[in-house]
C-alpha cells in the first residue's frame, strides 16, 4: 500500500479521516505508523496528498489530510480483455490498475469457458476490491470503469466500431507478422484473447472492425504477462 | 501449453517419446488430441519440433517426434530478484521464464522476510517446476538457471561486480529520476527490489557496484507487473 486511498464516507471533518479494519491493520503492521508520522493518501478520483496521523490505536486511525497533487496521468488506452480464469482475472485486473489503465472491457471469446461469467469474483464489489489494491500500489487514485461484455458478436459489430475509432486497434496474437509497435504517440485500443487465443472466426471480425493483429516476438505470453509487457511497450 | 516439453527419460526409441501424468492429463482435456494430431514439442535445452501422436489413451501419450528448429533467442539479462513471498516468487519466476530470462539471482534484502527462505518453493524440484510451466507456455526449451543468494552484502561486493561487467546494471527504483531506458542495444543486469524497495543502504551498495536506479514513470509497480513491463521496455 503505497498510498492510502480515501472515501468520502471516510471524512469525520472537511479535512481530517478515520480509518479502520484492512487500512488500519495495514498502518499498524506494515507502515508501523506512530503519531506525527506523515503518509500518502489518495482521494479517490480526486486529487492525492499526505495525511500526518493524529490518533492511532487498535480501534481506529486519524489523520489530518492535505490533498494537493495530481494523480498520475492515465495510460491513453482502452483494454478489451476475454475474460480470463477468475484467479487470474483478478491479478490481471490489479496489474492493469497498476499500469494505469482507466477502462477495461471485459469480453466472451468462444474459448473462454461459460463458468467464468459466474465467478463471484465479477461482482462489482469483489472488482472494485482488486481495483483499490492496484490504486493502492500504483499511488493513483483514479478508479478504472470495468464493463462486462458477455456477448461477442454484439459488442464488436455494434459498439467496437465507436470505441475504437480515432484509436490504433491491436489485437495481440502471437501468430501475427508484425510485431507490437514501441512508442506509439497516440491513443490505443489493445484485444488481449483468452488462453489459447481467439479462433479464427472471432480475429477475421475483429480484423474487419479495424484490429491489426500483432505479436510479441516468438515467445507466447500469458495474459498476466502480455498485459503489463505490451503497454509497456506502447508507451 | 504451447509446446509439451520432453526431457531424455521420455524417450523409449531415438524418435519415440511416451508420456504420462500432468501432460498426459493435459493432451487429453486440454489439446483433447486423437492419434495422427501433430503437437508442438521441445527437447529441453534443446530443439523444437512436432510430436505425431502415436498411441493415446487414458494410460500413456506416445508420440514420433521431429525436433528442427532452434528455441527462441534468450533476452540478454541477467535478472536479480529481492526474493518475493513465496506465492508472488513463483508467478515473477514463470514470468520471468515466459519473458526469455535464463538467470536469475534470488537475493536477500533488508524488506525481504526472513520466513521466506524456508519456504517450500525453494525447493529444486518446485522452483524447476515453475520454470518448465513458463517454457511450456512460452514455447521455449531453455531451462533458466536459479541462482539462492540469502546474503546480502556478500553477493553485492564479492560476486556483483563480475556479473555486470559489459552490461547495463540497471535497479528499478520508483524515486529514481531517470526512466528506465527503452531499446537498450546491450546485455543488461536489472535489480528489482522486494516489496516496499531496496532500504538506502542496499542502494548506495548497488550504486557503488555500478548500478543505476531507474524509474518507470509516477507509478509504483509490483514486483509480478514490474519484471515484464520493465524487460519489456528494455528490448
Known sequence: MNLILLFQEDFISETRVRLQGRRLKHVLEVHRAVVGDELGVGMVNGLM????VSCLDRSALEMDVRLERKPPVPLPVTLMLALPRPKV?????????VMGVKRIFLVNAFRVEKSYWQSPFLEPDAIRQQLVLGLEQAR????????????FK?????????????????????AAGDPAPRDVNSRVTLAVGPEGGFIPYELEALSAAGFKPVSFG????????AVPALLSRLW
Open 89 to 97: 482475472f483478478r491479478r490481471v485486473l490489479r496489474a492493469a490498475t
Open 49 to 52: 496528498g499526505t495525511g500526518t
Open 140 to 151: 493513483d487514485t483514479v478508479l478504472p470503469e470495468v464493463l462486462l461484455r458477455p456477448l
Open 218 to 225: 516468438e515467445r507466447i505470453l500469458n495474459v498476466e504477462t
Open 154 to 174: 454484439p459488442f464488436v459489430e455494434d459498439e467496437l466500431p465507436g470505441l475504437i475509432a480515432g484509436t490504433i486497434a491491436l489485437v495481440a496474437h502471437p
